[in-house]
């Protein structure tokens, strides 16, 4: 079975820092495309940052300069570091990764999210 485990959200003051992390485990054969996401109180869910195979990186708008993707491939792991954080960044954080399997299939998963909840 295929997994995406997420850590590392909690509370944190405004101008504080968190670093989440997702880790595939099963049968993985090499991660693709990953992401970060994160969806608030009724609002959509939204991309917050994305890397590539290659490492290529893009940015929502609203957290460039504060937030950085970056992956370990030996590990089968990403994480999300966060800086400078705002009461607006407040919300579910999923993770999200585009996987080729050891069948042969591709496929896309998610986490099942971490709270991120930041006090003013």
């Known amino acids: 079975q295929v997994q995406l485990v997420e850590s590392g959200g909690g509370l944190v003051q405004a101008g504080g820092s968190l670093r989440l992390s997702c880790a595939a485990s099963?049968?993985?054969?090499?991660?693709?495309?990953m992401g970060w996401y994160r969806q608030a109180p009724g609002k959509q869910r939204e991309l917050v940052a994305g890397?590539?195979?290659?490492?290529?990186?893009n940015y929502a708008d609203s957290v460039k300069g504060r937030f950085t993707v970056s992956r370990d491939n030996a590990k089968n792991t990403e994480y999300l570091q966060m800086n400078s954080l705002k009461p607006e960044d407040t919300a579910v954080y999923y993770c999200?990764?585009?996987?080729?399997?050891?069948?042969?299939?591709?496929?896309?998963?998610w986490g099942q999210g971490t709270q991120v909840t930041v006090s003013s």
């Open positions: 999200n990764a585009d996987l080729s399997l050891r069948s042969g299939v591709r496929d896309n998963y």
């Open positions: 099963g049968r993985v054969f090499s991660i693709n495309r």
């Open positions: 890397i590539g195979s290659g490492g290529s990186t």
